[in-house]
């Protein structure tokens, strides 16, 4: 039948750029504009963050979409945002801080790779913004994590830039004069998984997260801090980096064993912003002992995917 | 964005027309067929049971798309099924056993029950079968549940249909002489949903259907057996008829419960067919302890429904 080909999700692509504005809303309304107005993209979320002075920009679409939709952002980004006067409580490199590209369905990590280098290109190119690659699409393991090339932030981009340890991957070794240098990779999709405890010991959460987090021996794909959450509650926060290395009840029962060395009970967890059907389907699979459930039984998938 | 509104899911109704053939190829070809044949209709799964002699045609489309289908499917069934000559494990009424209509998106059930109020309606004048009318479109009590409408079967037909109480809802009180009688209802999606113990004991599964099943006293909308598993083990067998009063993981804990008493764990569990999405993620949620999860956080169903 005609209709199931019309249904075919044939490449999807999720592109979550971070700018550095999160206050002025004009700007931040013409980056989200410059997205929703490039052919064959979808904007699905815009988040601003007035203390961070920063803002994250969903959207959806096939690789050569998503990739143009991210260079007309960025284009506006060079004209609206100077580095020279802007202050945050989150580090940052650039105008244009980091470029993620997300494989969602239909299309490889590898495609992925090819078009993050290719759009790296194209920034310094049009826009003589030097470039780092990072995540999937780094090109030395000490460029893999954003914390490590984001040291010494902004600020310290001329210093940084000239040590041959730090050559950027596409474009000259100084940094773009008010919009400094733009990190651009690709990496699986990405889910922000809080886990509040009942407790106002951030103390607590802090050693939790110490013991579940890969950088410190726990589980793999994890990183996690412990904060405390807007409801005073302490917290684990954590970035699950690949849900099919650690999926979230394992993230989910890795707290609660800590939580319960020191006396301390869940009272309940939270997802930030989107998290793909499969690890909501892998969390239902194993708490109720699903034996051979298959992702097509989900009748919205079904419907969706042929 | 024009690319939003082609996405939009207008109106989805499921429908599940149960068929007195499960042996003749041909035949239940036939039957899918005249589903598939039919435009803005959707074939899903076409499932044939030899002993129960019976198959399950799934389909999706709008109301107006799933009630042609299912009259195309009624009519091949009319000219190719003769229930003088039809024997099987399950109890049924007609060539046509029982055809409901399920609400899936943007439709209500009180348009489902019209819907199925007007298909009956065809039925009669077409084909000349008399209807009863079940679940949500139920014109009286004793009508809402199958079992109750099924009592004396096929072969009964003759005596049941004089007997005042049981005039047809749709056409004169004598069954179609090969076709018997046909039931047309609405009801909400079903979940098939069975847990296996870890026990080969038949009775103490058959014990732990009637402790949770609604019919004894058990949780509501719950229908429940105990039988054998085909891998041997005792298996509460359940049907749950409306997840939004009893959720998926209130049956698993329930059945976890009842067992406990009789020293039994369960080995796993399983979904016979379709689960929908807003099903799985109350799972997930429940177990995880999720705060304030919205399904739009689910990014394919993000994806599906803008």
């Given at each position: 039948?005609?209709?199931?080909?019309?249904?075919?999700?044939?490449?999807?692509?999720?592109?979550?750029?971070?700018?550095?504005?999160?206050?002025?809303?004009?700007?931040?309304?013409?980056?989200?504009?410059?997205?929703?107005?490039?052919?064959?993209?979808?904007?699905?979320?815009?988040?601003?963050?007035e203390s961070h002075n920063r803002c994250v920009i969903s959207f959806i679409g096939d690789l050569d979409g998503v990739a143009r939709a991210a260079l007309a952002a960025a284009r506006r980004a060079v004209d609206l945002i100077d580095m020279n006067v802007h202050a945050g409580e989150h580090p940052r490199l650039g105008a244009v801080d980091v470029i993620p590209l997300v494989p969602i369905a239909g299309v490889s990590m590898e495609a992925c790779i090819t078009a993050a280098r290719a759009l790296g290109a194209a920034l310094w190119q049009e826009l003589r913004?030097?470039?780092?690659?990072?995540?999937?699409?780094?090109?030395?393991?000490?460029?893999?994590r954003l914390p490590d090339i984001r040291k010494g932030e902004y600020e310290g981009l001329p210093a940084r830039l000239a040590d041959p340890d730090w050559v950027p991957d596409v474009g000259e070794p100084t940094p773009h004069p008010t919009a400094g240098v733009t990190v651009v990779g690709a990496r699986r999709m990405l889910i922000a998984y809080n886990v509040n405890l009942r407790t106002g010991d951030v103390d607590i959460a802090k050693r939790i997260a110490k013991a579940v987090r890969e950088s410190s021996g726990g589980l793999p794909a994890v990183q996690a801090m412990g904060v405390r959450s807007t409801a005073g509650q302490a917290q684990v926060s954590m970035n699950l980096l690949d849900y099919t290395t650690t999926p979230v009840h394992r993230a989910y029962e890795a707290v609660q064993a800590e939580a319960a060395r020191h006396g301390v009970e869940i009272l309940e967890s939270e997802v930030v912003g989107l998290i793909p059907l499969d690890a909501v389907a892998e969390a239902a699979r194993v708490f109720l002992r699903l034996r051979s459930f298959d992702r097509q039984q989900i009748l919205e998938a079904k419907l969706m995917e042929e």
């Open positions: 039948m005609q209709r199931r080909r019309d249904r075919h999700v044939a490449q999807l692509v999720e592109c979550v750029p971070n700018f550095s504005e999160g206050r002025r809303r004009p700007v931040i309304d013409a980056l989200a504009g410059a997205v929703e107005q490039t052919p064959g993209v979808r904007l699905l979320d815009v988040q601003a963050d913004i030097p470039v780092f690659f990072y995540a999937e699409a780094a090109t030395r393991a000490q460029r893999r």
